[in-house]
Structures are given as C-alpha cells and as structure tokens.
C-alpha cells in the first residue's frame, strides 16, 4: 500500500494559504512516485513556509532562518541515496539564505528546491521579502517597498541550477507533476511557487495570479531539455529561452519548466568521481573502527610523507 | 653524548622558502636522532613581510623556545632588523653580505612602528642606519657575525633559474655545517621535503654540496655531531595532529571555508581522503574515505556538518574566531537537536580579524558562552600534539556519546607548531558510536524515557523523526507546552552531569611537578610546554612549581581544581590574553581568586626565558601582572 506523506499534525496555516496546495502537491507527487517514507527526507528554515516537513509524515528538519540549503547538503552528502526536498519561503531563501542559493545552483548537489513566494515574509507580519516589486504597498506595510525584487528564476538559472521551473500553488495538479520531474532530476532542482499570501499580501492574490499564468508546457515548440549529447548551440538556445521567459511578469506569468539541463553532473556524482566508493559506501554508512573497537586506521601509512 | 640544546631562528622573506628551510634543519636533525620543535611566525601577507621559525634542538624533546637565540640565520636585510633584541653573548649571526649595505629606510616591508623604534635603537647607539650599523649593535651586545657572500658560495655551481631562488636551502645547508650536522642528513631531508622530485632533489643535493665545501674551506665547519638513535618518528604540526586524530577517530564528513589557521587541517584531510587501514577486517571497512566540503561560508560549514551529522555521518569543522562567531546560531541548534558535531576552533588573535596570522587565547570564554539559550555542550583544549591528536578523537566521541556540540579549542602557536612524535597508539582510544535505532514505527528520537538524558539516536533514511529549532516534544514536533518544555531542558542538561561524573579527572585536568611547590602554574593550551621547562628552570634557581593544566571547560572540573588550588601557594595564572580568562572560569566555578598573572597577547610564542623571569618578578618582587613583550 502507498504511504501517506501527510501526518497527523495540525496544520497552523491561514486558511486560504496557498501553503496548502504545496503540501498537496507535494505528497501527491511522493505517492506517485511510490516512494517509501525512508526514501525522503524534508528540510525547510523558519517561516510560514518551515514548518511543512512537521506536516510530512517523513523524516525532516525545520532548521535555522535562511540556512535549509546547507542542511539538506549536509542531508544529501552523507546519504546520497536519499531523496532531500527543501521547502523554503522567499525571505528564507532569497535574502538571508541568498548566499546558500547561489552556492547550492555552483554545487548542483541534487536536492529539490521549492520555494514558497508570497513575496512578503509571512511569520513576522507582512515585511516586504526580496521577490516583491519595488513600490509595491500590500496591507501589512506602513510605506511602498524601498527595494527592488530579484527574480527568482533567473537568479537560479545564472547561479547554475540545473532543473528551474514555476508552479501555481493553486494548480496542484500541474504542481505535483513539476514536483515529480524535479525530484527524479539527477542535479538540484529549482522550483519556485507562486503561493499567495492572503494575510498579508492583497496584490499577488490567488484571482491575480489566476488572471496571468499561462502554462509553457502547453505550447508546442517549448522544449526545455538538455541531454548529454545536446550540441552546444543549442544548449546556449535554451538557456536563453529560458532566461527570457523568466524575465516575463506582466500581463502574463509563465509556468512550467524553464530549463531541464540532463548533462551536468551532480556534486554527488563529482565527489564519487574521486572518492570512489562514494557511492555505495556513503559517509553515512561506513564502518569507523575495527570489530575491536578500536581504530583501524594506519597512522604511519597514512601520514607516511610526515615520518622520519 | 654531546649534549646539544640549541635555539635557532631563521627568517626571510614570506613566500621565499622559509617553510623548507625549517623542515630541511628539522628534518635532518631528526634524521640524525636529535628533536626538534618548531614555532612558525608570519605576517598576513603571501609574499614579501617578514617571517621566521624559531626552532629549539635537543637530544630529549623540547617542550619550549628560549631566548637568546644561539644562532640567527639571516636570508634578508629584515631578518637582522627584526631580531635585533633576540641575540646576546655567543650567538652566531649568520647572513649574506651582500645585505650589508641595506638601509634601514629602504627596508620596505618592515612594518612603520617597528623600523621607527629600531631606527631609534640604532640612533641612540650612534650607529648607521642600515644592515651593517644593526649587526654593530649585535656584536656589541656580544654575537658573533658571520658574514657569507652567498652569491660566491653558489658561483659556479649549475642552477636551473636564478641562484636567489636557492638561498633557503643555502642558509639552511651552511647553518647545519657550522653547527656541524654530517653532510649526509642534510642530503637525506631533501629526499624527505622533495619526495619523487628527482630534478629538484638533484638540483638542491648541488646547493648543499656547495654550502658544505664552502664551510670546510672557510673553516667554518662545525665539528661534526654524533648521531643517535631514534624511533621512526612523524614531524606533525598542531593541524596535522588534529586532521590525524580525526581520520583515527572515525570521522567521515568535514566542512570548512577557508581561514588561518584553521584551514591547514581541511586540506590536510583533503590529501588525506583515501585513508590507509591496518588491515581489511572487512570489505566494507575497507573502502570509503573522508568527504571534505568547502562551503560558501562559514553558516553553511557548521550546517552542513550537523546535517551530514544527523544522517548518520561522523562529522565535524574548523574554523577560527570570525567563522566561529558566524556559527553561534546553529551551535544552539545543535544544542537542542542534540546533534553530534565537532567544531575544532583554531585561536588567533581577535578581536575581529585583530592578529590573524597570530597567537591568542581571547576566545575562551567566548566558546564556552556560544549559542544562544541555555543548552549543554563541551568545551576541550589541547596543548601540544600529541594531546591534538588524541582530543580530536575523543571529541568526536563525546559527541557521539552525548549526541552535542564539541568545541575542541587548539591555539594558532600550537596549530604551527610542529614537532617530533614518536609513538602514535592506536589502542589507546576506542572509536565509540551513538547508539542507533533499528527501524521502529513509533520511534521517539527525543525520548524522555531516559535516565542518563541521552535518547537512541535517529538516522535519517531509517528512522522517522523530525527537527525542530524550536522546543519540541519527544517526536521532534513544535510544542510550546510547559511542562514538556522543563523536562526538555532537563534532559538535555542530564548529559552533561552525567559527563562530568564519567569523564576521568585527568581528561579535564592535570598536575604536574611537586605537590609541595611553592608556586602553582595556571595554564591551558599551547603554554602547557613552555611551562613545564620553566618548571625545571625555576627549581634549578631554587623555586619548586608546578602547574594546574586545564584541559576541559565545560563541564569543568570544579572539585578537582578547588581541591588543587585550596593547597597551593603562589597561584600564578599563565595566558595568552590580555584579562586572564580562564581565572575567570576557575573563580566562577570554584570561588577561588587569582591574583597573580602573566599574559602575553601581542600574539608571539611565550618563550621559556621570560616565562621565567616573570615568574622571579611575581615570587620575589611582587608583581602581581606581567606582560610579556617578547617577539619579532
Ligand atoms: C536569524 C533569524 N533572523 C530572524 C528571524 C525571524 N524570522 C522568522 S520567520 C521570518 C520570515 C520568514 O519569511 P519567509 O521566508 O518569506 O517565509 P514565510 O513566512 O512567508 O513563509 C523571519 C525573519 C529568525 N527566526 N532567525
Ligand atoms: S501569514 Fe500568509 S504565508 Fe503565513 S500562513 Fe498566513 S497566509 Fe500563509
């Protein structure tokens, strides 16, 4: 039988926020990829969005503000075989986190990313997050918004993320199945989800967004795949497509797949290229001593350019 | 038995070799069955600023550096400035006299403060301002100069690129053939630094030669030296001995960004990875290595580390004082996640980037105070080697065994110190593991049925259970009830008292020398040596010490160091900072008050001289602080 991925906590959303349909989406997407509840591991920071994996019924962490790339790196390194989703708000990610963002598109470690864009930080009442436009006045601030917005798709594609997409929170269906591509991409994945905020943000709300999205997949000569033997013209084709759609946000928002980049290997897949038992002998997983219970390690051996 | 103990300090440029002209004299010494130990100086710069190692030879280890120098090897004009206070009578002052003429004014690399007070040593003994008026002074003050055209030495001799590029090798051959080190070892350490190098080995094997000759027909060579025997012996520095405890001690998962001192272990463990067993007990024990990560910053190294932590993986970081300060936060998330991690945290003096290249003990209270929040962790220091390498191992048990944070405290003069260990025991420490679950359905990783505090601990992929940063009930789930919240924290704080009960006196604590002494010694980290020999000093002019040596800090051995000092006379706290911090510690734990003390914090060694001197100015004229000065 098929595990159920949502637990037995209560979930403390707004009603109306769009967190839910994440959540949906996402459990959804982990049935039918039939995974088992060891496969998965979940790691968010702190906001609205955090605490998603207590809503999970896997194992996860709920970690510090701004730091849940490093954790599921360390997550993903140590067990390569499991299967690491990060679920993190747009202030989380993108302004204190912003740093672990760029590293983790140059690492390509092979996490999923989901990240949850309400354009305001949700747990601290209504403060103006990174991907909010400059001037924008939502209720839950005093002033218009002195900064300018980062756009969430192209800052991934130019940090080198590997698999960058869009979802509609409130289009769970299409959601589930950009969750599923992500999660078997080989390198890390990106997807950022449009998620109203009803508390705080009165602009970007589920009707606005449902008056722009427009689904890339649905036209036909959108073709966002790179595989190992995509020339490079046409590799530099793509990614620039996707660069200009990511730039669209007007009258009309896209989503779906961006950039889906199958030829860049994994830093998983770079760490076992030199230590080669990586793999099937994980951090995670070795034997530290011999069955005395001692070191079974060489001192002499193995620091042999120190000995005299 | 000749009984040798030499002081030797040779300096040059940063970036100019000083690095294998201290491991080509050690190493041959070593070769011939002498010890050496070693204390690395340096600017934070990569080329040009003055920089020198100070190395002590002895047939028995040496656990200290002395001053006078009994040999200063000059490979610069700066050298001589520099360390015009460090020679007296007898020492041998060797450089190259094509330096002679230099300037004082022209010496650019010499820091502004330091050339205006030499300037103004050099005034006031009326002598010219350049190389030649500096070795006046020297050998007025009773060294004994020994000028050597260096460019004539190598004249001749077949180079590949200009002969400049050699004179570390030179000055290092030429000093080992005046103190009269057979020929043969000095070509012997070659083999050692260059490894397969044969082009450069051959090269450098010429460069000796030509030092060697140039001595035996000068007369200068020393007579030769009996050699002894030695045990196989490793020539470890602070970083190697932790990097080496570490791969011993079982670790799998090491995080760093870059940072002096501290990131000489990570590329250590780095060259390291593929790790070299005793025997392949089993296939599995067989394969796989350390993976070392360099990450964005120093957020993601602590982060990371407890996230390969708690999926199962041995791990730890290292950092120095700014990376340490940005990792405050996820300590105490590992406080209350009870995560297993190390944080080794190489000292250098602060504040902020303050010395960055330099020694300091400024930080003690600073990592026993890290976190926010009340949660238990331990705090180790080493000092010296052996004890690097033995803590590193111990730390990650604590870990495991107490499912904390370790901060392991090592300072930035033990990190670069390197000396000669002759036995590494396998046996000495077991390799111990958390205790971990086997796939239950209802498994509760924060389990408060539990007497010792510490609950099975979860692995991802086996174990379902979560995390939080916030208080959390017995699954990991967010709760804010008050009453699982105050056996939350009880539970966590259990582990440490149960630590302090299991935990033998003599890992937190340790005396050496007479119980009778007149005067006690308060230590902990790098002066652990320099004391010892001040010990054997000071009884020799009639005062019997002995020395607290303080190795763990939280938990602290309050009862064992109440007992120590309640009976002691002279208490004499002995730091590398400038406000005597781990008084402070004893005083809030025990009561007790230091009065007397002796801290250095200009970030130089602490040489067994002025320890001494220091001590004489405390016992007989009563000085309740000294500052020591020392150091170029
Ligand atoms: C280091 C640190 N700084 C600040 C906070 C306070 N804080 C809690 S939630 C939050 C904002 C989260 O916003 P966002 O990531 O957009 O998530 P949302 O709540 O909108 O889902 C902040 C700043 C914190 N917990 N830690
Ligand atoms: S504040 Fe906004 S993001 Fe947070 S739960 Fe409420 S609606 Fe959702």
């Not at chain 1, 920071?45 to 996860?60: R, V």
């Not at chain 2, 290092?172 to 083999?191: E, H, M, P, V």
């Not at chain 2, 003990?361 to 990592?367: C, E, P, R, T, V």
């Amino acid at each position: 039988m098929a595990h159920n991925f949502r637990s037995d906590v209560a979930i403390d959303w707004c009603p109306g926020c769009g967190d839910f349909g994440i959540v949906t989406g996402l459990t959804q997407a982990l049935t039918e990829l039939n995974y088992g509840p060891n496969d998965v591991v979940a790691v968010s920071g702190i906001g609205c969005s955090g605490k998603t994996p207590h809503y999970l019924n896997m194992a996860g962490i709920h970690t510090l503000h701004g730091r849940s790339i490093p954790y599921a790196t360390g997550v993903k390194l140590a067990n390569p075989r499991l299967k690491v989703i990060v679920t993190s708000g747009d202030g989380d990610m993108l302004s204190i986190g912003a740093g672990h963002f760029v590293a983790e598109g140059r690492r390509n470690t092979g996490l999923t990313i989901i990240l949850y864009d309400n354009e305001v930080y949700g747990l601290t009442k209504g403060q103006a997050a990174p991907t909010m436009a400059l001037g924008e006045k939502t209720k839950g601030l005093a002033r218009p918004n002195v900064f300018g917005k980062v756009n969430p798709i192209t800052m991934a594609l130019s940090s080198g993320y590997s698999f960058v997409a869009r979802g509609f929170s409130f289009d769970t269906k299409h959601l589930k199945e950009l969750i599923k591509k992500a999660m078997i991409h080989e390198g890390s994945s990106f997807i950022d989800v449009l998620q109203p905020c009803p508390t705080y943000n009165n602009i970007n709300t589920m009707e606005w967004y449902r008056g722009k999205v427009y689904k890339m997949d649905d036209e036909k000569s959108w073709d966002p795949v790179v595989l190992p033997d995509t020339s490079a013209e046409s590799v530099s084709e793509k990614f620039n497509n996707a660069y200009k759609r990511g730039l669209e946000w007007d009258d009309k928002i896209p989503i779906g797949v961006f950039y889906d980049n199958r030829a860049i290997p994994s830093f998983v897949k770079r760490i076992a290229e030199y230590l080669p038992d990586y793999l099937n002998n994980p951090p995670a997983e070795q034997i530290v001593a011999g069955t005395d219970g001692y070191t079974n390690v060489d001192p002499f051996k193995t620091f042999a350019d120190r000995v005299i | 038995m000749s009984n040798i103990d030499l002081n030797l300090s040779i300096g040059g440029p940063q970036g100019g070799g000083i690095d294998t002209s201290s491991n080509l004299i050690s190493r041959a010494f070593a070769s011939s069955g002498y010890n050496v130990l070693g204390v690395r100086e340096f600017h934070s710069n990569i080329k040009g600023r003055h920089s020198y190692v100070h190395l002590r030879i002895r047939e028995e280890r040496p656990r200290s550096l002395k001053y006078p120098l009994d040999f200063l090897v000059a490979l610069d004009p700066d050298t001589i400035f520099e360390h015009l206070d460090d020679v007296s009578t007898g020492t041998i002052v060797l450089y190259d006299t094509n330096d002679e003429n230099a300037e004082l004014a022209q010496a650019r690399m010499i820091m502004r403060d330091t050339a205006k007070r030499i300037n103004g040593v050099l005034q006031e003994n009326k002598l010219d301002l350049n190389v030649k008026g500096a070795l006046a002074l020297m050998k007025k003050n009773g060294a004994k100069i020994m000028g050597i055209p260096f460019s004539k030495v190598l004249e001749g001799v077949e180079l590949d690129g200009p002969a400049t590029r050699y004179y570390n090798v030179l000055g290092a051959s030429l000093t080992l053939s005046i103190i009269g080190l057979d020929q043969k070892f000095t070509r012997d350490s070659l083999k050692h630094i260059f490894g397969n190098k044969e082009k450069v080995i051959a090269l450098n094997v010429k460069v000796v030669d030509a030092a060697y000759k140039y001595c035996r027909d000068n007369g200068l060579q020393g007579k030769t030296l009996p050699d002894m025997d030695a045990p196989p012996r490793m020539l470890l520095t602070g970083n190697d001995g932790a990097a080496l405890g570490k791969i011993m001690g079982g670790l799998r998962f090491q995080t760093y960004y870059p940072i002096t001192p501290a990131s000489d272990e990570s590329s250590i463990l780095e060259e390291h990875e593929d790790i070299k067993w005793l025997s392949n007990e089993n296939k599995k024990l067989a394969s796989g290595g350390i993976t070392v990560v360099q990450t964005e910053d120093e957020l993601s190294a602590i982060t990371m580390a407890e996230g390969a932590a708690i999926t199962g993986a041995r791990s730890a970081t290292a950092t120095s004082g700014p990376g340490f300060s940005l990792m405050a936060e996820a300590i105490s998330f590992a406080g209350i996640d009870e995560i297993p991690v190390v944080i080794t945290f190489y000292q250098r003096g602060g504040p902020s980037t303050g010395l960055p290249t330099r020694n300091g003990q400024g930080d003690l209270m600073f990592a026993m105070n890290t976190g926010h929040g009340e949660f238990p962790k331990m705090v180790i220091s080493s000092g010296d080697v052996e004890e690097c390498i033995y803590d590193s191992m111990k730390a990650l048990n604590y870990a495991q065994r107490y499912q904390l944070p370790v901060i392991h405290l090592i300072d930035k003069n033990l990190a670069n110190t390197s000396d000669f260990v002759p036995v590494i025991e396998t046996k000495k420490i077991k390799v111990e593991q958390s205790l971990k679950t086997k796939d239950k359905s209802d498994f509760k990783r924060y389990t408060l049925d539990t007497k010792n505090g510490v609950s099975p601990m979860g692995v991802f992929g086996k174990d379902i259970f979560w995390m939080t940063g916030d208080e959390h009930d017995e699954l990991g789930h967010v709760t804010e009830d008050p009453l699982i919240r105050d056996r939350m924290m009880e539970k966590r704080f259990t582990k440490l008292k149960v630590a302090d009960d299991e935990i033998p006196d003599e890992d937190k604590a340790q005396v050496f020398g007479s119980d009778h002494a007149k005067v006690t010694f308060i230590t902990w980290g790098s002066q652990k040596g320099v004391i010892l020999d001040a010990i054997d000093g000071l009884k020799a002019k009639g005062i019997e010490a002995n020395m607290l040596y303080l190795k763990m800090f939280e938990p602290f051995p309050s009862k064992f160091v109440d007992k120590i000092l309640k009976k002691a006379g002279t208490v004499i706290d002995v730091e590398s900072n400038m406000t005597g911090q781990a008084a402070k510690v004893i005083r809030m734990n025990t009561g007790f008050e230091v009065t007397n003390f002796i801290l250095k914090y200009n970030g130089r060694h602490i040489t067994e001289d002025e320890l001494i001197s220091a001590t004489s100015d405390i016992v007989s004229k009563k000085k309740k602080i000294v500052v020591l000065e020392n150091g170029a």
